[in-house]
């Protein structure tokens, strides 16, 4: 899963990057610091394979993961070329969800691009940049369709589908609030337009706002309305944060009331926000999670392994992980009765460990 990083310039997005991955992307007080986009590869924080691994004594653990990529900063008329524009457009038609990073603080030394901190606005700033571009590349779609309809009248539904989507966007509404039926929603998700993304936003506070502040009941409020997620962190202390070792870490973190990290809140809202779960497989070799969609039956999982799992699937043997635990052993479970074996109608849950029969 790739998410993009995306705000208003001087925001904090290459700060939060930074402390989410430890790549040391730059950051600077001035616009367009980002030009090319960094990307960092982060495995999901899952402390279910440690103690996977210790009852298994594994001899590898393999986490699942998540690519993040720094996109430049937008200002107001980006869909027209300003800024890097075009080049900040492009980049996020490549990624499956946007982390929008948004100011909540004050501070004379950090330039605000509009003069003055204004959380609506400037989430409103970049939500219109996307809804024009999206016009434009639905205007440019529609008398193709229309032409197409000519000698084909199975087109009226592209062509009808367009216009209510332009409609919608020229509305100032982003695709994403459509409320459309799974083939109507298929459609759009075809497109690869910028609205229809789902979005989580980053309420970026300072050190001394970490419970929230005025400007994150607003961001709250803003992004409730359009159904995204919304997360509140001080990037500037996630970045202190991995500096520390994990005894001193975690005094930090208790210090400022802090019970999770900020790629942990990240990484849970980015999951509810898809519609995502880890199944998870151990044994000597390997314990390793494997991310999924919410509702994929067994034998789409087991393809995730390989599609020979899949192609050849007989069974699913499936403890529930603190079962697991309880137990000692996969053994002992079974001999408990605690093992079900599922078949190709099983939808897969969050904490299931499994061991896949095939045959090819």
Not at 47 to 76: C, H, M, N, Q, W
Not at 248 to 259: A, I, K, P, Q, S
Not at 333 to 344: F, I, P, Q, W, Y
Request: charged content about 30%.
């Amino acid at each position: 899963m790739k998410l993009g990083v995306v705000g208003l310039p001087n925001v904090g997005k290459s700060t939060l990057f930074n402390a989410i991955t430890k790549a040391g992307a730059q950051a600077a007080n001035y616009p367009f610091c980002t030009i090319e986009p960094n990307v960092g590869i982060v495995a999901v924080p899952d402390e279910r394979l440690d103690k996977l691994a210790a009852l298994y004594d594994s001899k590898k653990i393999t986490p699942t993961t998540l690519e993040f990529v720094d996109i430049a900063g937008l200002v107001k008329g980006a869909s027209r070329g300003e800024g890097l524009g075009n080049k900040f457009l492009s980049h996020i038609r490549e990624v499956d969800a946007i982390v929008h990073v948004v100011r909540c603080f004050d501070d004379e030394n950090i330039t605000h691009v509009d003069g003055s901190v204004d959380p609506l606005r400037d989430m409103e700033t970049i939500n219109l940049e996307l809804i024009f571009a999206d016009i434009e590349a639905v205007e440019r779609r529609l008398p193709k369709a229309i032409s197409m309809l000519k000698a084909d009248k199975k087109y009226a539904v592209d062509v009808e589908r367009l216009e209510k989507m332009k409609k919608w966007l020229e509305d100032g509404k982003p695709l994403r609030t459509m409320d459309v039926d799974d083939e109507f929603k298929a459609y759009i998700d075809e497109q690869f337009l910028l609205t229809s993304k789902p979005v989580i936003y980053v309420a970026n506070v300072d050190e001394m706002s970490v419970g929230g502040n005025d400007y994150t009941e607003a961001v709250k409020k803003g992004a409730g309305d359009e159904g995204a997620g919304c997360i509140v962190l001080c990037a500037k202390l996630e970045e202190d944060l991995i500096a520390l070792d994990d005894e001193d870490r975690m005094v930090f973190m208790e210090e400022y009331g802090l019970t999770e990290s900020g790629l942990d809140k990240l990484v849970s809202a980015s999951y509810d926000l898809l519609g995502l779960i880890s199944y998870l497989t151990a044994g000597e070799k390997e314990t390793r999670a494997w991310t999924i969609e919410r509702g994929t039956k067994a034998p789409q999982a087991a393809g995730k392994i390989h599609s020979d799992f899949e192609k050849g699937f007989i069974r699913a043997e499936i403890v529930d992980y603190q079962t697991l635990l309880e137990c000692g052993s996969f053994n002992v479970a079974k001999e408990k009765g605690k093992v079900r074996s599922e078949g190709k109608e099983y939808v897969m849950q969050d904490n299931d460990v499994v061991l896949f029969r095939f045959n090819v």
